[in-house]
């Protein structure tokens, strides 16, 4: 079964700084897809980024960019320059399998890190 | 662009009752699915479907059922709710291509006493 382990649960930050957020997967199906989503304290979950595992290039997207290590499984989210807006909890996903078949984007996702940005 | 949306957003039941929680996408979007998301756990996957008259289970069906009547809307009913059906419902939708990610309704929060 897929997994996806996030061990961080909570992570805190100074306002401008760097932070890398961990993930780390296990599957054993060589096609499979990687995301990031961001859940504010409203609520609603945003979707932040994408890695393809056949994609040669680590995915970026405005300050967000995700270090793919596939030999380690691992897909950890860079946020650069962070912002009090950042502060929330972000969540993990891989989508399973059967998509190849279904066209289901069904995802497993990790327990979360809730990152606070302190000014 | 209203998206992916939920109703209601808060709802409280007694041990037994049943309900539907409603949602509705106006993307034309095949794939739908529900989740749940509980303290300390993640987000976890109810049923899915892939496209109108088509759905299947996902993580965690029981004491729920789904179907799929028409392309834009996918109905979660409990069929007699229980406390441990306490928890936040979110109802997403996409594209079925491999990059396109879940669009998220702003859930439903559902108390089960």
């Known amino acids: 079964a897929q997994k996806i382990t996030q061990t961080q649960p909570g992570m805190f930050v100074q306002e401008k700084e760097a932070v890398t957020l961990d993930c780390t997967y296990d599957?054993?199906?060589?096609?499979?897809?990687l995301f990031w989503y961001k859940q504010p304290s409203s609520g609603e979950m945003i979707f932040l980024i994408y890695q393809g595992s056949y994609d040669q290039q680590n995915a970026t997207e405005g300050r967000y960019s995700l270090n793919f290590q596939k030999a380690r499984k691992s897909a950890n989210l860079v946020i650069s320059a962070s912002q009090l807006g950042d502060s929330a909890m972000y969540f993990c996903?891989?989508?399973?399998?059967?998509?190849?078949?279904?066209?289901?984007?069904?995802?497993?996702f990790g327990q979360g890190t809730r990152l606070t940005i302190n000014p | 662009n209203a998206g992916v949306t939920q109703t209601p957003k808060f709802q409280v039941l007694k041990t037994g009752q049943s309900m539907t929680l409603q949602c509705a996408q106006d993307?034309?979007?095949?794939?739908m699915s529900w989740y749940r998301q509980d303290p300390g756990m993640g987000l976890r996957l109810i049923h899915y479907s892939v496209g109108a008259g088509i759905t299947d289970q996902g993580e965690v069906p029981n004491g729920y059922n789904v179907s799929r009547s028409t392309t834009e809307d996918f109905p979660l009913r409990l069929l007699s709710a229980a406390p441990s059906q306490t928890s936040v419902y979110f109802c997403?939708?996409?594209?079925?291509?491999?990059?396109?990610?879940?669009?998220f309704g702003n859930g439903t929060r559902l108390t089960v006493t």
């Open positions: 997403a939708s996409s594209w079925g291509t491999p990059g396109s990610a879940l669009h």
């Open positions: 599957t054993s199906d060589p096609s499979y897809g």
């Open positions: 996903a891989m989508r399973e399998a059967v998509f190849l078949i279904q066209g289901a984007q069904k995802l497993v």
């Open positions: 993307m034309n979007h095949e794939y």
